[in-house]
């Protein structure tokens, strides 16, 4: 009789512990390896902040699979605080080092699965070292924050970056009574986001006592006896903290598989197939050090989120027992993060992203209650979508609120699975009755107006766009405007909607003119009755005033965008 089939697999929580169950779930006689270097070989990574704020009370209700469960249930040969350090892809061998004992040993393999993950990135600057400077990847991890964080309750924390692990760790540490600076390089919170959309996260943390210092680094930690007690930015400005947690970003392990010959990208991403198989066809990998196709461009590259390295680690456990499974299909770096009361989510590609990448996009933004407004308790939604301008392709999007964003952007998610354009979105059937929904759901709105603007109808310009050369006309009532003007448009003719076709002859139909009013939606009609009444070259401004005053509440003039010039 042949041997079984062998396969070993680095590294669990989420790609390599789906691997390594789905394997045995197609084939019960290979011998299956799980190597981690690490204690734990299944734990809810995203969870970790919420254990430390104590939103997750119970400790053990991270670990998701123990190795006790994967030798019981899957007969998997579970080896934890062993770790792979080299291989021999011409002997078929792993270079195994045991932390417990001290001792290494060869392992063999027929097939390899490589799920590594990735490190947070941390600066080489002064007073790093402190034991109160920390990062957030696992168990051990948030064991050491927790207790940093509650016994004794530090005064005050400082959390350099504003992305996703950066965001949670304040919210939750704003929960537990702290005083919270969030330092961030960039000029906006949630930096992958376009900057209007992620505006309400930033009010949202100030509205709870956060310092949101942007555009500024960190420079070295200030230390005494040992212990961090300040962090020193790029700026000069000192920060006093108890507590320092860097969430700067992560960068993939790939060094095994490099050092074997592997193929790596530019971005040290491992490269892989269609089926997570790397330049070696008998090694595979998953997970935040692996590439993936990423839908909206087609092309491969490193997207590290929890799901996408879950669906990654199931096929390559299939292709690895059985030698075929379906393709990886492609990620859209679909996520989303609560801040308080706030949550944004997005999937695919920001308008600056889209822009970044030559051919020019086109998007709009509406603003809509998460259910119909008759019904107690709607909370407004704003919802961008980005699309192509000639196909109508739907390329990405984004929305922020209190209620019914996860939902918006599954469903459009979805939709870009399906290739789908935003007229295809126009007719999706979504289910409707008043706490839920309305008969014209906020993403019917939102392809409503992209189809709008693909048909003729109607033309829009961003919200942060320089308007000094239009003809703005602003159709909201005269309270409006006294109470909330438009930004930079004090040249903004005010003529309400309802008043202007007695008005016209105010206008000068010859020059090119923009209609805005609070978000959008008057605007449109307005649009439409200028273009009706011989008005040569109108524009709608996407998400009114209230989007074009987050768009340049804190954005240098200099950067801005003349919307003529365009084309």
């Known amino acids: 009789m042949n041997p079984p089939l062998r396969i070993v697999i680095v590294g669990g929580v989420a790609g390599g512990?789906?691997?390594?169950?789905?394997?045995?779930?197609?084939?019960?006689?290979?011998?299956?390896?799980?190597?981690?270097?690490?204690?734990?070989?299944?734990?809810?990574?995203?969870?970790?902040?919420?254990?430390?704020?104590?939103?997750?009370?119970?400790?053990?209700?991270?670990?998701?699979?123990?190795?006790?469960?994967?030798?019981?249930?899957?007969?998997?040969?579970?080896?934890?605080?062993?770790?792979?350090?080299?291989i021999d892809r011409a002997a078929r061998t792993l270079r195994v080092v045991d932390h417990q004992t001290g001792e290494a040993y060869d392992q063999p393999y027929d097939k390899l699965i490589l799920s590594p993950g990735?490190?947070?990135?941390?600066?080489?600057?002064?007073?790093?070292?402190?034991?109160?400077?920390?990062?957030?990847?696992?168990?051990?991890?948030?064991?050491?924050?927790?207790?940093?964080?509650?016994?004794?309750?530090?005064?005050?924390?400082?959390?350099?970056?504003?992305?996703?692990?950066?965001?949670?760790?304040?919210?939750?540490?704003?929960?537990?009574?702290?005083?919270?600076?969030?330092?961030?390089?960039?000029?906006?919170?949630?930096?992958?986001?376009?900057?209007?959309?992620?505006?309400?996260?930033?009010?949202?943390?100030?509205?709870?006592?956060?310092?949101?210092?942007?555009?500024?680094?960190?420079?070295?930690?200030?230390?005494?006896?040992?212990?961090?007690?300040?962090?020193?930015?790029?700026?000069?400005?000192?920060?006093?903290?108890?507590?320092?947690?860097?969430?700067?970003?992560?960068?993939?392990?790939?060094?095994?598989?490099?050092?074997?010959?592997?193929?790596?990208?530019?971005?040290?991403?491992?490269?892989?197939?269609?089926?997570?198989?790397?330049?070696?066809?008998?090694i595979y990998a998953v997970g935040d050090a692996a590439q993936y196709r990423y839908g909206p461009t087609g092309t491969s590259m490193r997207v590290p989120l929890a799901g996408p390295a879950n669906r990654a680690g199931r096929l390559a456990g299939e292709h690895a027992a059985a030698g075929r499974s379906a393709p990886m299909p492609p990620v859209y770096g679909t996520a989303i993060v609560r801040v308080f009361e706030q949550t944004a989510a997005m999937t695919g590609l920001t308008l600056k992203q889209a822009r970044r990448l030559g051919a020019p996009p086109a998007a709009v933004t509406v603003i809509a209650n998460h259910h119909v407004g008759y019904y107690p308790g709607a909370r407004p939604i704003t919802l961008k979508l980005v699309y192509d301008p000639a196909s109508g392709a739907v390329l990405g999007a984004q929305a922020v609120g209190e209620q019914g964003v996860d939902k918006r952007i599954d469903v459009i998610a979805t939709l870009m699975a399906m290739k789908g354009t935003v007229r295809d979105l126009a007719g999706v059937d979504l289910c409707y009755a008043p706490p839920f929904g309305a008969a014209k759901d906020p993403v019917h709105m939102a392809a409503f107006a992209a189809c709008n603007d693909l048909d003729g109808g109607a033309r829009?310009?961003?919200?942060?766009?320089?308007?000094?050369?239009?003809?703005?006309?602003?159709?909201?009532?005269?309270?409006?405007?006294?109470?909330?003007?438009?930004?930079?448009?004090?040249?903004?003719?005010?003529?309400?909607?309802?008043?202007?076709?007695?008005?016209?002859?105010?206008?000068?139909?010859?020059?090119?003119?923009?209609?805005?009013?609070?978000?959008?939606?008057?605007?449109?009609?307005?649009?439409?009755?200028?273009?009706?009444?011989?008005?040569?070259?109108?524009?709608?401004?996407?998400?009114?005033?209230?989007?074009?005053?987050?768009?340049?509440?804190?954005?240098?003039?200099?950067?801005?965008t003349s919307a003529l010039n365009k084309d």
């Open 118 to 282: 990735a490190s947070p990135i941390v600066p080489r600057i002064e007073g790093v070292d402190a034991p109160n400077v920390m990062t957030l990847r696992n168990i051990a991890d948030v064991d050491r924050i927790k207790a940093a964080a509650t016994d004794p309750r530090p005064g005050r924390a400082a959390v350099i970056g504003a992305g996703y692990i950066g965001l949670e760790m304040v919210e939750q540490f704003v929960g537990l009574g702290i005083d919270v600076t969030l330092v961030e390089l960039q000029d906006q919170v949630l930096p992958l986001m376009d900057a209007e959309m992620a505006q309400p996260l930033r009010d949202a943390l100030e509205s709870h006592g956060v310092e949101v210092r942007l555009g500024d680094g960190i420079a070295a930690v200030t230390t005494e006896n040992g212990r961090a007690r300040a962090v020193r930015l790029n700026s000069g400005a000192v920060i006093d903290a108890d507590l320092v947690i860097l969430g700067i970003g992560v960068r993939p392990n790939s060094g095994l598989a490099a050092a074997a010959g592997i193929a790596v990208d530019d971005a040290g991403a491992i490269v892989t197939d269609a089926h997570q198989r790397t330049s070696d066809p008998d």
């Open 17 to 86: 512990a789906s691997a390594a169950t789905r394997a045995r779930r197609i084939n019960e006689h290979a011998q299956i390896i799980l190597l981690e270097k690490d204690e734990h070989i299944s734990f809810a990574n995203c969870g970790l902040p919420y254990y430390v704020g104590g939103e997750i009370a119970d400790r053990a209700k991270l670990l998701v699979a123990t190795p006790e469960l994967l030798e019981r249930r899957y007969r998997i040969d579970v080896r934890t605080r062993q770790e792979a350090v080299a």
């Open 460 to 560: 829009f310009l961003q919200p942060d766009d320089d308007l000094s050369g239009y003809q703005v006309v602003d159709v909201r009532t005269p309270g409006e405007v006294r109470k909330t003007p438009l930004a930079e448009a004090d040249h903004a003719a005010a003529v309400p909607l309802d008043a202007l076709r007695d008005r016209l002859d105010e206008l000068d139909p010859d020059r090119p003119t923009v209609v805005s009013c609070a978000s959008g939606l008057r605007s449109y009609v307005g649009a439409r009755i200028l273009m009706q009444h011989g008005f040569k070259d109108v524009y709608g401004l996407s998400g009114g005033a209230t989007l074009r005053a987050r768009a340049l509440e804190h954005q240098p003039e200099a950067t801005r």
